[in-house]
Nanobody, 126 residues
Framework: QVQLVASGGGLVQAGGSLRLSCAAS????????MGWFRQESGKEREFVAA????????YYADSVMGRFTISRDNAKNTVYLQMNTLKPEDTAVYYC???????????????????WGQGTQITVSS
């Protein structure tokens, strides 16, 4: 069992930056693909970014490409999401998720992930 705790959310002005962290306990993350998703009130959870177990591949939603960077430090059992040039439309609750890939993994579908953090709120003011 993996427990994930997301942190780093808050209120920021448009154009600003934040870095989210997702710390794991229970098991080492080194075998897990990791993803970040976000959910606005009343909307479905949507993919933001994902990273393979060794950081060799990274995937991004078109809406955050070039602004967000996902990274991981397996020694610290932590995954990060650096968010730059934030926009009001980035306002949402952000969740981290983990999965040990079984076969082909798109990494973009929430149902592919086994473990989820509790979410952290990001509010971007205009």
């Amino acid at each position: 069992q993996v427990q994930l705790v997301a942190s780093g959310g808050g209120l920021v002005q448009a154009g600003g930056s934040l870095r989210l962290s997702c710390a794991a306990s229970g098991r080492t993350l080194s075998s897990y693909a990791m993803g970040w998703f976000r959910q606005e009130s009343g909307k479905e959870r949507e993919f933001v970014a994902a990273i393979t177990w060794n950081g060799g591949r990274r995937y991004y939603a078109d809406s955050v490409m070039g602004r967000f960077t996902i990274s991981r430090d397996n020694a610290k059992n932590t995954v990060y999401l650096q968010m730059n040039t934030l926009k009001p439309e980035d306002t949402a609750v952000y969740y981290c998720a983990a999965v040990i890939p079984r076969g082909t993994l798109s990494a973009r579908k929430s149902w592919e992930y086994d473990y989820w953090g509790q979410g952290t709120q990001i509010t971007v003011s205009s």
